[in-house]
């Protein structure tokens, strides 16, 4: 009868497995704004591993300052619990939204900010725990309830860490994402008034407070695209035609005086008025001077620019280009406005579109030619590698000797690949860092440079088994390049000149450190 009688005591109650279910809402939502703010970091500051390993770090510190200061909470539990909630509610609902319009408003308060609400959230989220298990102590063994709010705290962290790149930011953004967490959180403050409402000594006053903050939510909720359009339009400047946020990065294209802009994650890649000049300095010195190239392969450059330049070559018989991210490769191909520019290159017969990682397609063995692959002994004529600058480590391993060695493979004996390397007037030890790894791996390299007015003077790197040669010919009607000014190019006055580089390797991405170095510079004056 005594083991009935404790059975049954241990039984969960309703009012506990609502707890539990709590429970694993709050830990979604916690996990959801810090990975909101590392999204954010990574967007304005760069280097993907560095913010996220910062703010995992910030975020971490404040939940267990929040756990230690929940021993100061004895009284009103479930008012503390709730109270607590809605403030979460408010701040980390509203965190993406705020980052967004610091970064437009008052950049130099952007990482002050984001810290602050980072450390905020954290305490907030370190409190809540303790404080449904002090609450639920009352009816449930000590083995039990640990085990049990562990598991849903962590079963919330999982549904919420693989929702969050693959459904939440590509579909609503993370904006909409913040501010429909925080209303889950505003909803578990409800429930917490209903669930606790014979113990609460204020119900109204307590139901007046949810009803505020999901007011709140609910409008900064359906004004999220004017809100978006606000902060974007101010850092942007120019007038904005197209946003999108992908698994990979933001999207962004404005129009303005100088024609169409592409940005990503913040930083311009092309501007209508000038790209011109970047993409025929990247593509016809390989290109003519290989003679007749019929397999071109393009890694990145999914705006379709490059190939655009690749398809003036009557001899080309097939470009492959491999794109990591499908909504770029989508929408340079089925944007009326974007397609434009690009010719419709990315619609010609002679194109197939590969969306993958650039390093993992060059890897791949003859098994995988159907998907899309590379046979084992597939070799291009000219390989034309378009990747945006090596702000991060994932994009850094594009840079490293471990991939132009896979590169090298993938060469024909006569082949050449051209590498855009960044300006060897701003970033002259990182330009020649490319250099000296590409060179590490056997591959002769020809250095070269070209002024676009949108990014200053710009730097290029070919890469082939022979030596290069200038070309005698360049296609007709380009705009920049010809025959008589093309040896120019390959001249470095004294400021950009050759300087001694260590090789980019996969095991330090010494790279990465000295871009953001010599960039920081540029950014600090």
């Known amino acids: 009868m005594a083991t009935s009688a404790s059975t049954a005591q241990q039984a969960p109650r309703p009012i506990d497995i609502a ?36 703010i995992i770090g910030t975020y971490l510190f404040a939940m267990g300052l929040g756990s230690w200061l929940s021993r100061y909470f004895e009284r009103q539990l479930p008012a503390h619990f709730l109270r607590i909630e809605l403030l979460v509610a408010l701040i980390g609902g509203a965190l993406p939204a705020t980052l967004f319009l610091a970064n437009a408003y008052t950049p130099g308060a952007f990482r002050f900010l984001l810290y602050s609400m980072v450390l905020m959230v954290g305490t907030l989220v370190g409190l809540e725990i303790p404080l449904v298990m002090r609450i639920l102590k009352r009816n449930v063994v000590l083995k039990d309830l640990v085990s049990q709010v562990l598991t849903f705290d962590y079963l919330g962290a999982l549904a ?45 006053a307590h139901l007046l407070a949810c009803a505020m903050v999901v007011g709140l939510l609910l409008a900064a909720l359906a004004g999220a695209d004017q809100i978006t359009s606000f902060a974007e339009d101010k850092f942007y400047q120019d007038r904005i035609v197209f946003t999108t946020a992908t698994p990979y990065q933001r999207i962004v294209v404005t129009q303005g005086r100088y024609g169409h802009r592409l940005y990503l994650n913040g930083n311009l890649q ?44 009557p001899s080309v018989e097939s470009v492959t280009l491999v794109e990591l991210d499908p909504a770029m490769t989508r929408i340079f191909s089925e944007n009326p406005t974007l397609a434009r520019l690009n010719g419709h290159a990315l619609q010609d017969p002679k194109v197939k ?6 390093f993992g397609w060059l890897q791949q063995g003859g098994e ?21 600058d090596p702000t991060n480590f994932s994009i850094g391993k594009l840079y490293t000797n471990s991939f132009y060695a896979l590169l090298d493979k993938r060469l024909a004996a006569s082949g050449y690949a051209v590498v855009q390397t960044t300006s060897p007037l701003v970033a002259r ?7 000296q790894t590409i060179e590490s791996v056997g591959l002769q390299t020809a250095p070269y440079h070209a002024h676009v007015p949108s990014f200053g003077e710009w730097g290029y790197v070919i890469a082939s088994r022979r030596p290069w040669r200038l070309p005698e010919a360049l296609p007709d009607g380009l705009r920049f390049l010809a025959p008589p000014s093309l040896p120019l190019l390959f001249d ?34």
């Open 19 to 54: 707890l539990l279910t709590s429970v694993f809402v709050v830990a979604a939502c916690g996990l959801l704004y810090e990975l909101a703010a590392g999204a954010l970091a990574s967007y304005v500051l760069g280097d993907s591993v560095l913010q996220f390993s910062t």
């Open 160 to 204: 919420v860490s693989l929702a969050f790149p693959l459904l939440l930011v590509p579909h609503l953004g993370l904006i909409r994402t913040g501010l429909v967490f925080g209303l889950m959180n505003a909803a578990v403050a409800l429930w917490a008034v209903w669930l606790f409402r014979h113990e609460l000594r204020r119900v109204k």
């Open 270 to 313: 092309f501007s209508e008025s000038d790209e011109y000049r970047y993409h025929e300095a990247l593509v016809h010195p390989a290109m003519a001077a290989h003679g007749a190239p019929k397999r071109v392969a393009v890694l990145g450059g999914g705006d379709g620019m490059a190939v655009r330049e690749i398809l003036k070559y």
């Open 353 to 358: 579109i590969v969306n993958t990682d650039a």
């Open 368 to 388: 995988a030619r159907e998907a899309g692959g590379l046979g084992a002994d597939d070799t291009f004529d000219v390989i034309v590698v378009d990747f945006p």
């Open 429 to 435: 030890q990182s330009f020649w860092t490319v250099v």
């Open 492 to 525: 470095f006055p004294l400021d950009m000149a050759r300087v001694p580089a260590d090789v980019n390797r996969l095991s330090n991405q010494a790279l990465v450190h000295t871009y953001e170095r010599e960039w920081g510079k540029v950014v600090a004056h």
